[in-house]
């Protein structure tokens, strides 16, 4: 949904490096969320915001940390990435709790 | 732990054919539930959402039915074309839940010609 845009798409770094997943929306939506999609596990919950002043843990941050930087954009950080970081990470946002999440297209990234 | 699950990990059926895919969930407490198309390269996309006090809900081809009562839920594409071929996804969310989706792990589904 171009409404929802990450770069980058595609990544690969290597053990230990920092790097950080970028997600904007244009939809105006106060929630944003980060997602982990492996094979065989569907999508996991990484983190989640309600506004720009608040930030939840989700299900498997351990690893992670995010950035509300505006209502528009929300950032995800690999303080030092692992290989079992290798997944594909999605961006959703949402208007209301319990209403419909929108994704963006997914960054594919490889840690060697 | 609390999960939502698919029956089958592929699904394959002919053009033309009414496809049916199912999820289980477990917990008693979701009263939203969402069934999401992925397509290869993409990202999750809404198909059609229900909550917890229907049974049924009608949208474009779609139908997607709840069962309260064995945390059954089921979602119907009639006429299934080619361009259905996806992974499909259950999600659930729990009634004051703050902590976004819990997803099943997907149907691939597979159109034969």
């Known amino acids: 949904d171009a409404d929802v845009t990450q770069t980058p798409r595609n990544r690969i770094t290597k053990t230990g490096k920092r790097i950080m997943l970028e997600c904007s929306q244009t939809?105006?939506?106060?929630?944003m969320y980060w997602y982990r999609q492996d094979p065989g596990l569907g999508l996991r919950l990484i983190y989640y915001?309600?506004?720009?002043?608040?930030?939840n843990k989700g299900e498997i941050s351990d690893g992670y940390s995010v950035s509300r930087q505006a209502q528009a954009k929300f950032s995800l950080s690999l303080e030092s990435a692992i290989p079992n970081q290798t997944a594909l990470y999605f961006c959703?946002?949402?208007?209301?709790?319990?209403?419909?999440?929108?994704f963006g297209p997914g960054t594919r990234l490889l840690v060697l | 732990g609390e999960s939502v699950g698919l029956h089958l990990p592929t699904l394959s059926v002919q053009e033309g054919d009414n496809s049916i895919i199912n999820c289980a969930y477990s917990?008693?407490?979701?009263?939203?539930f969402i069934w999401y198309k992925q397509e290869s390269g993409k990202g999750p996309q809404f198909i059609i959402d229900?909550?917890?006090?229907?049974d049924k809900r009608q949208g474009q081809r779609v139908t997607v039915l709840l069962n309260k009562t064995v945390k059954h839920l089921s979602l119907q594409i009639a006429a299934t074309q080619p361009g259905d071929s996806a992974v499909y996804f259950c999600?659930?969310?729990?009634?004051?839940?703050?902590?976004?989706?819990?997803f099943g792990k997907g149907t691939h589904l597979i159109i034969q010609p």
């Open positions: 959703a946002t949402s208007d209301f709790i319990g209403e419909t999440q929108y």
């Open positions: 939809k105006g939506h106060d929630r």
């Open positions: 915001s309600f506004d720009v002043k608040d930030i």
């Open positions: 917990n008693s407490a979701s009263d939203y």
């Open positions: 229900i909550r917890s006090n229907m």
């Open positions: 999600a659930e969310l729990r009634r004051g839940g703050a902590d976004g989706l819990t």
